[in-house]
């Protein structure tokens, strides 16, 4: 499907009537850009996986584009849901709740549980609420890889496949943060750029009593959260000492053999030959970097063999470690 150059109302008019008949389209939002279907079009939503080849263990979050169609698709919505949900939607928080029938099984892979957030921009939320039901959408990247932050990463990544809404590039750069409400038990199964202490000042302010879910409770990993994610068309070093491009290629030669070949399914990229190293550095901004971080990794990768970050000392706090743990993910070997 060619994604013509079309005004705004004419990509929207096109993309309604592709979710209508069970297609899937690319959606932009201010993380970064989803690959949506209408949660009432099994067959758009088996194509999600489809496209992405994703596996079906890993759960979709479902897009609305307001507090009464997100009430629709949970059993209830308790008083920390609507007080998060109204000071930081929308935005970049999903917040994970026992869901109601309107939600498929192929949606939560299964779970018993859904996940809602309302995107930020116009284009999304024009789109939603003119469908008239949620949209489900994992970030527009094949199984594993970079995640998009431009509709034109998104057409890189699926060619002519897709019909793509052409927003603006993502201003936060990196996935939601997802919160599980447990009656009065949060759970934080991914940091995001809203953070835990933003969360707790909210609740507080709100006179809301919770309790965070002990770290040795989590009886199980969240579902998709990986090992290994947002990888690179060629490989990551991670590293937190000040090495040259030819040590990182020496460090990278030596350990080769003993980087696997696929972890949980992600194929893991191990050229022979490294004769293009290049540094992927960071803006010193916390926000920028964030906004930055996919497009970089990816025009990086386009003209180098072997990438490498360099951990900072600066680079610490709730600001950092969702990008840390992006890059962590990223990575193909830690050198320290
Ligand atoms: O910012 C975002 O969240 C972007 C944009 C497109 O909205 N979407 C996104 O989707 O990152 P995806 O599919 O790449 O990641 C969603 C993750 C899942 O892998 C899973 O870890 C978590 O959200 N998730 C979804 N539903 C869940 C549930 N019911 N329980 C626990 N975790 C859930
Ligand atoms: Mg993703």
């Not at 603006?168 to 996935?175: A, N, R, S, T």
């Not at 002990?214 to 000040?242: C, F, I, N």
Request: proline content about 7%.
């Amino acid at each position: 499907m060619k994604t013509e150059k079309l005004d705004l109302s004419s990509q929207i008019a096109k993309a309604l009537e592709l979710l209508d008949q069970g297609e899937v389209v690319g959606l932009p939002t201010e993380t970064v850009y989803g690959l949506a279907a209408r949660v009432d079009r099994p067959a758009g939503l088996a194509k999600i996986f489809q496209v992405k080849e994703r596996p079906l263990f890993d759960p979709l979050i479902v897009h609305v584009s307001s507090l009464s169609m997100a009430q629709q698709y949970v059993k209830s919505w308790p008083r920390i849901a609507q007080s998060l949900a109204l000071k930081f939607w929308p935005g970049p928080l999903t917040l994970v709740l026992p869901k109601s029938e309107l939600v498929p099984a192929i949606v939560t892979s299964g779970l018993e549980t859904v996940g809602l957030r309302m995107p930020r921009p116009m284009l999304a939320l024009n789109l939603i609420s003119q469908a008239g039901v949620g949209l489900a959408a994992p970030s527009a990247n094949r199984f594993g890889r970079t995640s998009p932050t431009r509709w034109e990463h998104v057409q890189e990544e699926f060619k002519n496949a897709v019909f793509i809404l052409q927003g603006d590039p993502c201003e936060v750069g990196i996935e939601s943060t997802v919160l599980e409400i447990r009656d009065s038990v949060l759970v934080l199964h991914r940091l995001g750029s809203v953070s835990r202490i933003q969360i707790e000042s909210e609740l507080q302010n709100a006179g809301l009593s919770f309790e965070w879910l002990k770290a040795d409770e989590m009886e199980k990993r969240s579902p998709g959260q990986m090992k290994h994610h947002y990888m690179p068309a060629v490989p990551l070093l991670w590293t937190e000492s000040a090495l040259t491009a030819q040590e990182i290629r020496e460090k990278y030669l030596a350990a080769r053999a003993q980087i696997p070949d696929t972890v949980e399914g992600v194929q893991l990229i191990k050229p022979e030959q490294v004769p293009r190293v290049s540094e992927l550095r960071l803006s010193e901004n916390p926000q920028a970097a964030a906004r930055e971080l996919y497009h970089q990794m990816r025009v990086i990768a386009q003209n180098a063999d072997l990438i490498y970050f360099q951990k900072q000392n600066h680079m610490s706090g709730e600001d950092w470690s969702p990008i840390l743990e992006r890059l962590t993910k990223a990575a193909s070997l830690k050198l320290d």
